[in-house]
């Protein structure tokens, strides 16, 4: 099969991709190796975040985002349960208090809802949590989806204009010549692109050594349990500091963050664990600690059915952002891994990479993410 663009990942950041690619006037054929979202994007807790914005420039970025997720919905022809409970990050300590007021405070400046909350507040605001340990949290605005909508939202909307969707398609190898790669191996025979995407996740760095070259993927393994479901008992997001400290930094790890979704089941991760390997198997210690965690910050949950648990990579590129562009080395290649804060996002970034495939043209709003920061001439870094 020949398409303009081959994408490798069927993940929210391929799905896309072959959405907007579609969109735009491109032929598309997608190569999933198992099914659509059967990767980190089958994953995810669904939120939007707001607060966890690394700068100003990355803040613009999801707001726009957010904002393009109101209506997302209506363009893909599918309901995202799209809310706005916003969240609660439980803060234990006046250091870490300090830092959230400069978060806070840097919303406010942007007429976004967020403020600092005493513990009485706190306890007001989700009477079924148990804030013992903490001395107050950090209320700000943000969204919520059903991520295995956002995903199927973005293939139906595809599948509509055209994509082809290869399932069961697992790329086994490259023939190239020279800087041009002109074939991909899969399991499934072998596909032409005029353009070959990769937007692999956490594969990143499998699949660079495919077709020949490296890539610095990083990713820690996470998991997480759902539950029976429940009449409403949180309000809100809620999570503690040090999240992205633990899942990006320690070897083990347990940190809480739980919400209930609209058909009332509790989703609580992270249990993170640092892996050389990608192994999408629960362990032995995951779950217990999960809910171990719930049951000693919301004691009248203690009683709660688990009704299924799961493991995925949380991936991440070397200074947390994205890497989307073509890939040094290669004249038809071109990546898109690493989304930090990946829900609010994906639209905009993926809209745009689309663009700049199709005119060939740099985009000034993905050249902080262009991938050749992680090469020097030689190499990688
Ligand atoms: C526990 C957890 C909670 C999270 N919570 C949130 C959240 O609340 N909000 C948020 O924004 N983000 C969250 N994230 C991060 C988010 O899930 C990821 O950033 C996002 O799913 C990455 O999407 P992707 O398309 O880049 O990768 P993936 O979804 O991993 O897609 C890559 C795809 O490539 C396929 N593939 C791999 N190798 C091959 C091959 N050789 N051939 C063909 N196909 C191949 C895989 O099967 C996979 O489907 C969370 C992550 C975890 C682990």
């Known amino acids: ?82 809310t706005t409970p916003g969240h609660l ?49 950090a209320f700000s605005h943000e969204g919520h989806l059903n991520p295995f909508k956002f995903n199927a939202g973005f293939a139906r909307a595809a599948s509509r204009m055209g994509v082809k969707i290869i399932h069961g398609a697992r790329v086994t ?18 596909f032409i692109g005029r353009v070959v995407l990769m937007a692999v996740g956490a594969w990143s760095g499998e699949l660079a050594a495919l077709a020949g070259t490296t890539f610095p993927m990083k990713f820690t393994h996470a998991e997480a349990v759902v539950s029976e479901s429940l009449p409403p008992v949180l309000h809100h997001h809620i999570g503690m500091t ?4 633990a899942v990006h930094g320690s070897d083990r790890s347990v940190t809480l963050g739980i919400a209930q979704h609209i058909n009332g089941t509790l989703v609580a991760s992270n249990a993170v664990q640092k892996m050389e390997k990608l192994d999408l198997s629960s362990t032995d210690w995951g779950m217990p600690a999960l809910c171990q965690a719930i049951r ?54 993926a809209e745009q990479a689309a663009q700049s495939i199709l005119e060939f043209e740099e985009s000034q709003l993905l050249s902080p993410y262009n991938p050749k920061r992680f090469y020097t001439e030689e190499g990688m870094q």
């Open 1 to 82: 099969m020949t398409a303009d663009v081959l994408i490798i990942g069927g993940g929210f950041a391929g799905t896309a991709l072959a959405y907007y690619l579609a969109r735009d006037g491109a032929s598309v054929a997608l190569l999933e190796a198992g099914s659509l979202g059967g990767g980190s994007s089958a994953a995810p807790a669904g939120r939007a975040q707001i607060i966890d914005s690394e700068n100003e420039k990355y803040l613009d970025l999801v707001l726009t985002g957010i904002k393009r997720l109101e209506n997302l919905g209506e363009e893909l022809g599918i309901d995202l349960e799209w």
């Open 89 to 137: 990050t439980l803060i234990s300590n006046e250091n870490q208090w300090r830092n959230f007021e400069i978060l806070v405070e840097r919303l406010q400046r942007r007429c976004i809802p967020a403020e600092m909350m005493d513990l009485a507040t706190v306890r007001k605001a989700e009477p079924f949590l148990n804030p013992e340990g903490f001395i107050g949290a």
């Open 173 to 190: 190898g490259f023939e190239k010549t020279g800087k041009h790669i002109n074939t991909v191996i899969t399991t499934k025979g072998h």
């Open 242 to 245: 040090g999240f992205y400290e």
């Open 296 to 349: 000693t910050y919301f004691p009248r949950l203690g009683g709660v059915r688990i009704t299924r648990t799961w493991a995925a990579a949380s991936p991440f590129t070397p200074d947390y952002l994205p890497a989307i562009g073509w890939l040094p080395g290669f004249d038809n290649l071109f990546i898109a891994t690493g989304f930090h804060l990946a829900i609010p996002t994906i639209p905009i970034l």
